[in-house]
């Protein structure tokens, strides 16, 4: 009897420690999978932190060149007091041209920050064909950004023309 009460002592205490060390092996086990939880998530918010800092670094760089570029623009287009010059200019290239000249300011938009000025006009003239072209050429060759809305060509007499133009011209 005491053998086999050995025996039951041992097995019992064997189990204890089997069923101890299985608990103990659960336990690490579930923490272990907790924290693999825990990494993968933290490597998922640094991985969207760098994407995010990455664009942000991106914005800066592509607003620094912005910057320059507009700074670029703002002097291509010219100030709305010189705008005053525009239609001297034209009348001088009509009489470089050999063309009759005539020209009014209908309406004006103001500029906003991000938008330019528009000043709508209307020119007429007359001449021949050929300085018509030359004409237009200087106009698209001038400082000023001009837009053409409408224009009207009618033959006059002795290979005359009758010109109307109705354009904007755009500031800042």
Avoid: C
């Amino acid at each position: 009897m005491e053998l086999k009460n050995w025996i039951i002592k041992n097995i019992a205490l064997a189990g204890g420690i089997i069923l101890t060390l299985l608990i103990l092996i659960f336990l690490l086990g579930n923490n272990i999978s907790g924290r693999t939880v825990g990494i993968k998530n933290k490597n998922r918010d640094l991985a969207a932190r760098l994407h995010a800092i990455e664009s942000l670094s991106s914005l800066k760089t592509d607003a620094e060149k912005t910057a320059a570029l507009r700074g670029a623009l703002e002097n291509l287009l010219p100030a709305k007091d010189q705008l005053i010059k525009f239609s001297k200019t034209l009348e001088n290239y009509a009489k470089n041209n050999k063309m009759d000249f005539g020209f009014a300011f209908e309406s004006e938009i103001p500029g906003a920050e991000n938008t330019p000025g528009i000043n709508n006009f209307i020119l007429t003239s007359g001449g021949d064909y050929s300085n018509f072209l030359r004409f237009l050429n200087s106009i698209e060759q001038s400082k000023y950004l001009v837009k053409i809305n409408y224009l009207e060509l009618t033959e006059k007499e002795n290979s005359k023309y009758g010109i109307l133009i109705k354009g904007k011209v755009f500031s800042q």
